[in-house]
C-alpha cells in the first residue's frame, strides 16, 4: 500500500513538472518577462477582486446568518464551475495523460490516481483563482472562523469533482459494455454537458432554496452546499473531519472505477474535401473538417443551439462559439503538413487558418439560422449579428492560443495552458471595465479592440515560431 501510493505520487509528481517545463517552454512564456507580466496580473486579478469583495462584505461583519448564505450561494456556481472544468479537462486533456503515462513502471489504478491528483492540482489553481476574492474577504473580516469559511469552496469542488469522475468512470464502463466503445467519449461529454445545462436550468430554484430558512430557522439543505451546511450546523471539527472522510472515500472509489482504457476519440474523421480547393488552403481547410475536435465541439454546440432554443432569452447561435476549439490545435497539428505545402508570411499563415475555421463557423450559422426561420419565424434575422460576430470572435481568439502556445501531436498541456491564460486575461478586462464603469457603447469597440490585438500577436506568434523553425532546419542540415 505504501509502495503504491509512493509510486502514485512519483507518477503526479512526473506530471506537473513535465506539464510546467512543457509550459515555460512554448509561446510567449519562454520569455521570463511575460512570466512576471503574467504573475502580475494574476495577482492584479486577486488584489482587485478582493478589494472589491472586502468592500462589498465589510457592512456585514460578523454576522454568521449571511456569510453561511453567501457561501451555500458559492457552492452553487461552484458546482456548475466544476462542471465546466470537469468538461474542459476531458475535451481537452482527452486520453493524453494515460497515453503519455503507458510506459512507465505503475498499474493502472496507480496511473489513475496520478492522473486524478494532477486533475485536482489544475481544479484547485482554477477554483482557487476564481474564489480567492471572497475567501481572503471572509478571512480579514471574520478572522480565524473565517479560514474554514474560506476553505469550503475548495473542498466542494474537490467532492463534486470526484462525485463526476466516479460517474464518468461508471459511464465508460456501461457504454463500453454495450458496444459503444468507439463513441463513449463523445456520449459522456454530452451528457456532462447536459448535467451542465439542467443545472443552470434550476439555477433560480437553487437559489431561491438556500435562501429559504429550514426547520428551527437553519439553512435549508439542498445538497450542493453540504460542506457549508455542515459548518454552520455542527462546527468546525465535525466539518473538517467529515470533508476529510467524504473526499478520501470519494477517492477511493474513483480509484477503484476506474476502468483500464480510456474513452479517447479518434484523431481524424475521413471526409472528402471539395475538389476546387488545392494548395496551401486545401490543407488547412481539410485539418479544419476532419479533426476530431470539431465533431466533439459540433455534437456540443448541437446540444447547446437545441437548448437554447427552446429555453432562455440567449440566442441559439451563441452555440457556434464551441465550434471554436479546433482553432486551439490548428497551427501546433498543421505545422508538418505546410512542410509538404510551404507558406510564406506569418500573415497569409494566420489569414488561412482562420478562414478555415470561419467557414465552419458560418456554415452553422447558416445551417443555424435557417433552422430557426423555419421553428421561429417570428425571430427577426437582425438579432443573429451579435451571436455570429460572437462565434467569429471565439475563432480568433481560439487561433491566438493555438498560435501562442502550439499543440504539436494534439498536446493538451499546451492547449489547457493557453485556455487558462486567455480566460484569465478576458476576466481581467471584464473585471477592470466593471470597476471603470464604462457605458454601453464602448463595449463593441473593445471587442474590437481586443480581437484586433488577439490577430496582431497570433501573427507575432506565428513568425517567431516558423523563425525559429526554419533556424533549427538550417543548423540540422549543418551538422
Given at each position: 500500500m505504501t509502495g503504491a501510493l509512493r509510486r502514485t505520487l512519483l507518477c503526479a509528481r512526473m506530471l506537473a513538472r513535465y506539464f510546467s517545463r512543457r509550459v515555460l517552454s512554448v509561446g510567449p512564456l519562454r520569455s521570463t518577462a511575460a512570466r512576471a507580466v503574467l504573475v502580475l496580473v494574476a495577482l492584479a486579478f486577486v488584489a482587485g477582486a478582493s478589494v472589491v469583495a472586502y468592500g462589498f462584505m465589510h457592512p456585514v461583519g460578523s454576522d454568521l446568518a449571511v456569510w453561511q448564505y453567501v457561501f451555500d450561494l458559492t457552492s452553487v456556481s461552484v458546482t456548475m464551475m466544476v462542471l465546466g472544468i470537469f468538461m474542459g479537462l476531458k475535451l481537452l486533456l482527452g486520453g493524453g495523460l494515460i497515453e503519455f503515462t503507458s510506459q512507465l513502471p505503475v498499474d493502472h489504478r496507480e496511473r489513475r490516481g496520478a492522473v486524478l491528483a494532477f486533475e485536482f492540482g489544475a481544479l484547485a489553481v482554477v477554483v482557487g483563482v476564481m474564489l480567492a476574492a471572497m475567501s481572503i474577504a471572509a478571512t480579514l473580516i471574520l478572522g480565524p472562523r473565517g479560514v474554514l469559511w474560506a476553505t469550503t469552496p475548495l473542498a466542494t469542488a474537490l467532492v463534486v469533482y470526484l462525485a463526476l469522475a466516479i460517474a464518468h468512470n461508471l459511464g465508460d464502463t456501461l457504454l463500453a459494455a454495450i458496444g459503444l466503445r468507439r463513441v463513449r467519449s463523445t456520449v459522456l461529454l454530452l451528457l456532462?454537458?447536459?448535467?451542465?445545462?439542467?443545472?443552470?436550468?434550476?439555477?433560480?430554484?437553487?437559489?431561491g432554496a438556500v435562501s429559504l430558512p429550514g426547520p428551527g430557522g437553519d439553512r435549508a439543505l439542498i445538497g450542493l452546499n453540504l460542506l457549508p451546511w455542515l459548518l454552520g450546523r455542527w462546527g468546525g471539527a465535525a466539518y473538517a473531519v467529515g470533508t476529510l472522510l467524504l473526499i478520501s472515500l470519494l477517492a477511493l472509489v474513483a480509484l477503484l472505477t476506474a476502468p483500464n482504457s480510456h474513452p479517447g476519440p479518434h484523431r481524424f474523421v475521413n471526409l472528402p474535401l471539395p475538389a476546387a480547393v488545392r494548395g496551401p488552403f486545401a490543407v488547412h481547410l481539410g485539418y479544419a473538417l476532419r479533426n476530431q475536435h470539431l465533431w466533439l465541439g459540433a455534437s456540443l454546440a448541437v446540444a447547446l443551439f437545441a437548448f437554447l432554443a427552446g429555453s432562455g432569452p440567449v440566442h441559439p447561435l451563441w452555440a457556434a462559439s464551441l465550434l471554436s476549439l479546433p482553432g486551439m490545435y490548428h497551427y501546433g497539428n498543421t505545422r508538418a503538413l505546410r512542410v509538404l505545402h510551404p507558406?510564406?508570411?506569418?500573415?497569409?499563415?494566420?489569414?488561412?487558418?482562420?478562414?478555415a475555421q470561419a467557414l465552419v463557423v458560418v456554415g452553422f450559422l447558416a445551417?443555424?439560422?435557417?433552422?430557426?426561420?423555419?421553428?421561429?419565424?417570428?425571430?427577426?434575422?437582425?438579432?443573429?449579428?451579435t451571436p455570429a460576430l460572437g462565434a467569429l470572435a471565439a475563432v480568433a481568439f481560439a487561433v491566438l492560443v493555438g498560435c501562442a502556445f502550439p499543440a504539436e501531436n494534439d498536446n493538451p498541456f499546451s492547449a489547457l495552458m493557453g485556455t487558462i491564460v486567455l480566460a484569465v486575461i478576458l476576466a481581467f478586462v471584464g473585471i477592470v471595465t466593471g470597476l471603470l464603469q464604462l457605458p454601453a457603447g464602448a463595449t463593441a469597440p473593445l471587442l474590437a479592440s481586443l480581437v484586433a490585438l488577439s490577430v496582431a500577436v497570433s501573427v507575432w506568434s506565428i513568425h517567431t515560431h516558423e523563425s525559429r523553425s526554419r533556424h533549427e532546419v538550417r543548423q540540422a542540415l549543418a551538422h
Open positions: 456532462t454537458f447536459g448535467a451542465l445545462l439542467w443545472l443552470n436550468a434550476r439555477l433560480t430554484t437553487l437559489i507558406e510564406r508570411g506569418a500573415w497569409g499563415i494566420w489569414a488561412r487558418m482562420a478562414a445551417v443555424g439560422q435557417a433552422v430557426l426561420l423555419l421553428v421561429s419565424p417570428g425571430v427577426p434575422a437582425a438579432d443573429a449579428v
